[in-house]
Every structure is written in structure tokens, then in C-alpha cells.
């Protein structure tokens, strides 16, 4: 009887082994992510794995888990030309997923920390260095248009595709924004003149 006891604990812990080696073999994938591999030996793998289970060597091999879904982020700009301009972009961005492998390699997992504050910096002074503080509000459509174009061109080049992109806040600097209450000021003190002039005739 002690006999098919200790048959049945050997048969328990090389079962046990077996399962935690096959868990230690296998790595799941959820759904709108994808992975790449990276191996101790040769590196991070080209292969992109999709949704599932998938196999890896053990202690050889480990997997990088990518979000591929849209995010959003929002990204704060205060360009520091002539005009001080605050702007904020809302940005809904996902990795190109044939591409994961050269993102993990040249930028890692926080690509997007490093790749969307400073290229929608340096777009957003290009733009509003083409543009003045008067010609930014009344033309924002356009403003919002070239600043998109040229994210969606600049982010390409690092893997990264931009969804969406919307202006969604545009303060100005305290100067400027004194200049246009007093600039409001003086043509309603123009137009209340103009009124008493007309009045009185």
C-alpha cells in the first residue's frame, strides 16, 4: 500500500513539473495587442504574434506585450517665439503593427513618451511661427489642419499612426492677451463715438 502511495506522489510531482514547464512555455496575447519576442541569443524576433496562446522557450525567450489599440494623449506646447502660445493637442495614436519589432528595438515600450512630445513640439512651432496670434483664432480650422498633416508625417516615421488629432486648447500670453481687450476696448469706444455723433445729428 505505501508503495502505490509513493508511485502516486512521484506521478503528482513530475506532473506538477511538467505543467509548471508547459505554463512557463506559453504566454497569452489579449485581445487588440500583440507581441514581439525577444530571444537572450538573437535578439528581439521579426515575427509580430497576434491574439492567443503562443509558445516560447523558457528562460530563453520572453514576450513584449504592445497595446495596439487607439489611445488618446494630450500633449501641452507653449511655443516661446514673439507670440507666447499655450496649446494643447489631443492625440489618439497606435503603433504600426508590422513594425513593432523596430520600435521596441530603437524606442521601446514607451515609445510614444518618447517619440509624440517632441515631435508635436517641433511641429507645433513650425506652424505657429507661420501664423500671428490674430490669424491663429480666426483661422484655427487651418491652424488645426497643417499641425495634423504634419504630425501624421512626422510620426510615420517612428511606426506610430495618428487617428486623430484635435486642437483643444489655445491661450495666449498675458502681453497678447491685453493687447486684444485693449484693442476691443478702443474700437468700442470708436463705435460708441461714432453712435454720439450720429445721435446728435
Known amino acids: 500500500m505505501s508503495s502505490f502511495f509513493t508511485k502516486l506522489g512521484t506521478l503528482g510531482v513530475a506532473v506538477a513539473g511538467l505543467g509548471s514547464v508547459v505554463n512557463l512555455a506559453l504566454y497569452n496575447v489579449e485581445g487588440g495587442h500583440r507581441a514581439v519576442l525577444f530571444d537572450r541569443f538573437r535578439g528581439v524576433q521579426e515575427k509580430v504574434s497576434g491574439e492567443g496562446t503562443h509558445f516560447l522557450v523558457p528562460w530563453v525567450q520572453r514576450p513584449i506585450i504592445f497595446d495596439c489599440r487607439s489611445r488618446p494623449r494630450n500633449v501641452s506646447v507653449i511655443t516661446?517665439?514673439?507670440?507666447?502660445?499655450?496649446?494643447?493637442?489631443?492625440?489618439?495614436?497606435?503603433?504600426v503593427v508590422n513594425e513593432l519589432p523596430k520600435i521596441y528595438t530603437n524606442l521601446g515600450l514607451d515609445y510614444d513618451d518618447r517619440v509624440l512630445p517632441s515631435i508635436t513640439?517641433?511641429?507645433l512651432k513650425a506652424v505657429v511661427a507661420q501664423f500671428d496670434a490674430s490669424e491663429m483664432i480666426t483661422q484655427r480650422e487651418i491652424v488645426s489642419q497643417k499641425v495634423s498633416e504634419e504630425l501624421i508625417t512626422r510620426a510615420s516615421q517612428f511606426g506610430i499612426i495618428l487617428d486623430d488629432?484635435?486642437?483643444t486648447h489655445l491661450t495666449f500670453g498675458r502681453e497678447f492677451t491685453l493687447a486684444v481687450e485693449m484693442k476691443q476696448v478702443s474700437q468700442q469706444d470708436a463705435e460708441r463715438a461714432r453712435y454720439n455723433v450720429e445721435k446728435v445729428r
Do not use: A, C, H, K
Open 80 to 95: 516661446g517665439n514673439l507670440q507666447n502660445v499655450n496649446i494643447t493637442l489631443r492625440i489618439l495614436f497606435r503603433p
Open 121 to 123: 513640439n517641433e511641429v
Open 165 to 167: 488629432i484635435s486642437l
